[in-house]
């Protein structure tokens, strides 16, 4: 899977490449959810997906 997040704002571009998986170990998705509940709507995060990062890239966007 791939996943990339821009702030044209702050001028940056970030994609992450890899392997996705379902967060099951309860541990873990505790862990996880803790982490994440300040962030994410009420009711929104029943499954946790996570990818594991083969290849990173970033780069400055140009400013108009």
Do not use: N, Y
Not at 10 to 21: I, K, P, Q, Y
Not at 31 to 52: G, K, M, N, S, Y
Not at 53 to 58: A, E, F, K, L, Q
């Amino acid at each position: 899977v791939a996943f990339e997040i821009d702030d044209k704002d702050e001028g940056w571009s970030v994609l992450a490449s890899g392997f996705s998986e379902e967060v099951r170990g309860p541990a873990d998705h505790d862990a996880l959810f803790e982490r994440l509940a300040t962030c994410w709507p009420t009711d929104e995060h029943q499954r946790i997906v996570r990818i594991r990062t083969d290849r990173m890239s970033g780069r400055r966007l140009k400013s108009s």
